[in-house]
């Protein structure tokens, strides 16, 4: 069936580092996709979003890149600090939105 | 209020009650989602409200689950005779009009004993 898959459950990185989360995607008809930071006990808080006529969108310290040719979807923060520690969701909206599993990022210091 | 408020925002229950969930979504926003997202794992879409049309219910896991949004804000979520797999978070997710982004609230972390 089709899914939104992320290809590792967890991602450590030193302070500092960028860091790279990916997702990958297998319906080529999703149009629009959002990442999602969720803090432990908190809800999912927006970060970035990319509709699918768009390669790339910057954000604050974040960046989303689309490959529409291989389904994939990354998210790339820089100089990662000690708040960015959470679990990473993308999701592609289809009829609705549709969530990965997640990756929980951990910043060491 | 500022943000989608959730209650309880913890709810423990035994086997074969029912309980119910409340959302107030943001002021002015027509769409409210419900999702379940078990211990590490993503979100399970439950059921969608937009304005006064029908709610899509297709993410319902058994009849046991229902929800209502009365005059177009405040949702409850009803599970009935609840079993001990229906212990998650769930979550719940406001959209103004035509918006593809959905805010969160907190959720309800639901312990079925």
């Known amino acids: 069936g089709e899914s939104v898959g992320l290809h590792l459950p967890t991602l450590s990185v030193q302070e500092g580092d960028n860091s790279i989360i990916n997702c990958a995607y297998s319906n080529s008809a999703s149009d629009y996709f959002i990442w999602y930071k969720q803090e432990s006990g908190k809800g999912p808080q927006f970060i970035i979003d990319i509709r699918s006529n768009m390669d790339k969108r910057q954000g604050q310290r974040v960046t989303v890149l689309l490959n529409k040719t291989v389904k994939h979807l990354s998210l790339q923060i820089a100089a990662t600090q000690p708040g960015d520690s959470a679990v990473y969701f993308c999701a592609e909206k289809r009829r609705q939105l549709t969530f990965g599993s997640g990756t929980q990022l951990t910043v060491l210091p | 209020g500022a943000g989608v408020s959730q209650s309880p925002s913890n709810k423990v229950t035994e086997k074969g009650k029912d309980v119910e969930l409340r959302c107030d979504p943001i002021s002015g926003h027509t769409a409210l989602y419900w999702y379940r997202q078990s211990l590490g794992q993503g979100l399970e879409f439950l059921i969608y409200f937009q304005g006064n049309s029908a709610p899509d219910k297709s993410g319902l896991p058994s009849d046991r689950f229902s929800a209502e949004r009365t005059g177009g804000s405040v949702s409850t979520l009803t599970i009935q005779r609840t079993q001990q797999e229906d212990s998650a978070v769930y979550l719940c997710?406001?959209?103004?009009?035509?918006?593809?982004?959905?805010?969160f609230g907190a959720g309800t972390r639901l312990s079925v004993l």
């Open positions: 997710a406001s959209s103004p009009k035509g918006g593809d982004i959905q805010y």
